[in-house]
Structure formats: structure tokens, C-alpha cells
């Protein structure tokens, strides 16, 4: 299995690690940390040296409540660590954005991925995308990130999820991207409960069906806090248990701030895989 990422393809025949790199001052767990593109640079020079195969540049923080920069902010925080990266660093770029602008500069600057929280749902959105021959990262999320965690609710968090996934996988073919340029992403933390992220954990396998490989992120997220009881800068072990678990289950793509650990995690995960997994 292969990802096409504009001029370049990734080989997902094991799961690889797509490497957190913040650029914004309030992120939930290294806010403020690479703000400076100087200091973004260096640290996709960690991601990559760790094994990383991908390096998420975000300059939305996505945490509930957390205040949305306007469009020249984002701007200016993730168009010159693209631009570095792509200039310095031998790696797929991934942009972490909704916004159609963002989306057409980022891909000018040398960004290969657009990763969406909002799934591409904004039609000026996914056609930016589409039209930069990116590959494309559509994720699930009940609401804003503003008021998503106010009760979120699901009949049936798994189905509901899965046929959200499914029409967005047909609406971004219908836009033009290549079947092998899409990533999908149930969004644990999201719009979701605890419950609700278990129970996607649990049924994974349903999401390896749907045609396109499965990207999962729950490094140092709210869900390991309530399983292990510790805060953000202690949720190592958490992570990268739930990273093997999923590289198990059949994820290609596991989204971490801790690179080296995780690759060490999804490797044993991924030597577990059993092709009668059932979701």
C-alpha cells in the first residue's frame, strides 16, 4: 500500500509515525515550545532523526475552547517552518488546516498532505485541495473545537462515525482525489466521551474496511489521562500502549509527539496483526 502525496509517494505497507510538530503558542501539551521557525526546524530534525515519516505542522490549536487565529496568523506561523523543512529536510510535510487559503499557500511552500480536522467539509476547502494534488486527511469531529466537548452524543457512536467517513471518502473522489491520496481519521477526542473513544478504539477493524488507510492520533490526549490518571507530560506509556494496540488493529498511520517510542510501539503492534481482525 502506497500514499500519493503530490510529488511524492509513501510506503505504508508497515504503519508509519506522523511526527507533531505545534507552531502555535497554546497548544494543549507543547504550546509555545516551536513557536519560532528556527526552533520548529530543529525539532522536525528530532521528529525525522526518531523515524518519523511524516511531520504535522499545526498552527490551530484544536484543544476544546481554544481561541481560532485568524487566516494571516496561521499563515505566519506555518508558512515558514513549511518552507524550511521542505528546503532542508527529505520528508512527506503534512498542514494541519480547514482553511481553503492556508491550504493553497502550504502546498506552494512544499507541504505534500492537508490534515483537516473538519474533514474537508468546507467546499472551498476541498477543492484547494484537490486542485494542489494533495493527499488528504479527512477526520471525524462532532461540532467546533470551541463547544465539542459539551455533551456530545451518538445512538451509535461506531456506525455514525463509519458513514461520516464513508461520505467523505466519496465526496473527496467526487472532488478529484485520488483514492490512494486519502487518509481517514475517527477523531478520538472530537466531539466524544470517553465512551465514545473506547468504543472506536475497540472496533478500529470496521475503519481498516472502508478502502483507504487508517490514521489514529490519541498521543498524550485527555482519553490516556482518564485511563492512567496522569497529566499531559506524564502519558508516555499510555500513548504507546494505545499506539501498538492500534498498529495492531490495522492503523497505517499513528500521530505522536513522542516519535521515538511510537515507532518502537507500532512496530510490535504491527508484528501482532492478525488478518482475520474483526472490528
Known amino acids: 500500500m502506497q500514499l500519493r502525496c503530490r510529488t511524492r509517494w509513501l510506503a505504508l505497507d508497515q504503519p508509519v509515525v506522523m511526527g507533531v510538530l505545534n507552531v502555535t503558542p497554546d497548544s494543549f501539551s507543547d504550546g509555545g515550545l516551536y513557536a519560532a521557525p528556527a526552533a520548529a526546524l530543529t525539532q522536525a530534525r528530532r521528529l525525522l532523526a526518531a523515524g ?9 490549536s484544536t484543544r476544546p475552547g481554544a481561541v481560532r487565529p485568524s487566516v494571516a496568523e496561521e499563515m505566519d506561523r506555518v508558512l515558514p517552518v513549511i ?49 494542489a494534488g494533495a493527499a488528504v486527511c479527512v477526520m471525524h469531529m462532532q461540532g467546533e473545537p470551541q ?34 491520496a486519502i487518509l481517514i481519521d475517527p477523531g478520538f477526542g472530537f466531539g466524544k466521551t470517553q465512551d465514545h473513544n473506547l468504543a472506536l478504539f475497540r472496533h478500529l477493524g470496521r475503519f481498516t474496511r472502508l478502502g483507504v488507510p ?29 499506539a501498538a494496540l492500534a498498529a495492531a488493529r490495522g492503523a497505517a498511520v499513528l500521530r505522536a509527539h513522542d516519535v521515538a517510542e511510537t515507532v518502537d510501539a507500532v512496530r510490535v503492534g504491527a508484528a501482532l496483526r492478525s488478518p482475520l481482525e474483526e472490528g
Not at 518519523?52 to 490551530?60: L, T
Open 147 to 180: 463547544t465539542m466537548q459539551q455533551a456530545p452524543y451518538y445512538a451509535d457512536v461506531v456506525e455514525e462515525v463509519e458513514a461520516y467517513l464513508r461520505a467523505r471518502i466519496a465526496e473527496c473522489r467526487a472532488a478529484g482525489i485520488a483514492a490512494d
Open 52 to 60: 518519523a515519516a511524516i511531520i504535522d505542522v499545526g498552527g490551530e
Open 83 to 131: 518552507e524550511r523543512i521542505a528546503a532542508e529536510l527529505d520528508v512527506v510535510i503534512s498542514v494541519d488546516t480547514s482553511r481553503p487559503e492556508v491550504v493553497q499557500a502550504s502546498c506552494a511552500a512544499g507541504a505534500h498532505l492537508i490534515n483537516d480536522i473538519r474533514g474537508l467539509r468546507a467546499p472551498a476547502t476541498l477543492a484547494a485541495a484537490a486542485a
Open 214 to 242: 487508517l490514521l489514529v492520533g490519541v498521543s498524550r490526549k485527555s482519553m490516556v489521562g482518564q485511563l492512567t490518571g496522569r497529566p499531559v507530560g506524564e502519558r508516555l506509556a499510555g500513548s504507546v500502549s494505545l
